[in-house]
Each structure stands twice: as C-alpha cells, then as structure tokens.
C-alpha cells in the first residue's frame, strides 16, 4: 500500500479497531434493544358480577370411575370473555363427553386429596381449552361431587 510500514500497521489497527467498535455496538443493539424488563402483569381480580356473568355450570354427570365407583359431577366453567362463553356454550356436548371420558379414567383416590382434584381441575381446563377456538377458560370450580 503506502512505503512507509509504521503507516500502513497504524491504519491496519485503526480500521480493526473500527470494524470491532462497529461490531460491538451492533451486538449490544441486537441483544439489549434499550427498552426496561417489564414486569409481568397480574391477572385483575373479576368482580362478583363478571364472575357471575363469565360462568356457565354443567348439570349433574354420573358416570363410573376406573375402580367401579359411581360419581356424581357438577362443574362450573368461568370463561375470559363473553364469546368464550358464548362458544362454550355452543360446545357443551363436547365438553360433557371430555368430562365423563376423562372421569373413566380417574378412580376414588383421585379425588380423595386436594391435590388430586387440583390436577382433576387442571385436566379439565386444558382439555376444555383445546376445544375451544376463539377464547379460552380461565377456572373450573366443583360445584357438587359425590362418590358411592
């Protein structure tokens, strides 16, 4: 390039050290994009109204479990918005077969601990929310429950 050798290693560092800035700060911009960590926002709490308004309850279902007991269940579904509960409504048949289908294969232990009917709840809610298509169910409370 030029004849003097000091020149060209200088130049040869200067632009390095360019590239490398440039580099640097365009990884920086790509990794942290200059915004603050948002905190994760807290369901709101519904009223008693829009609980009310938001829930729709099965009637009674008797069925068999796993171990030959005879079960009888009520569930309330508590939808997010007016047209989950809308669509749900529309979908109740389908709802009632997932629900006495999954009772099949639950026994009386299932539902002996809290904790077992929390998994029984959870089971339901998202079975219910893969049927659905434009909402989803945000709770599922046992209404009645009676095992002989």
């Not at 829009?50 to 068999?64: A, I, M, P, S």
Request: glycine content about 4%.
């Amino acid at each position: 390039m030029f004849q003097n050798k000091l020149l060209n290693i200088s130049l040869i560092i200067l632009i390095a050290i360019s590239l490398f800035a440039i580099v640097g700060i365009l990884a920086y911009m790509l990794i942290y994009d200059g915004s603050q960590p948002e905190e994760e926002e807290q369901p709101k709490p519904y009223t008693g109204a829009e609980v009310q308004e938001l829930t729709l309850t099965t009637e009674k279902l008797t069925t068999n479990l796993a171990d030959g007991r005879l079960i009888i269940l009520s569930l309330s579904f508590m939808a997010e918005n007016k047209k989950s509960k809308d669509e749900l409504q529309q979908r109740m048949v389908q709802v009632k077969d997932m629900l006495i289908t999954s009772l099949h294969s639950q026994t009386r232990k299932d539902f002996e601990t809290t904790e077992g009917l929390e998994a029984y709840k959870l089971l339901i809610l998202q079975r219910t929310n893969e049927l659905l298509d434009k909402g989803t169910i945000v709770d599922v409370f046992y209404i009645d429950k009676v095992i002989q």
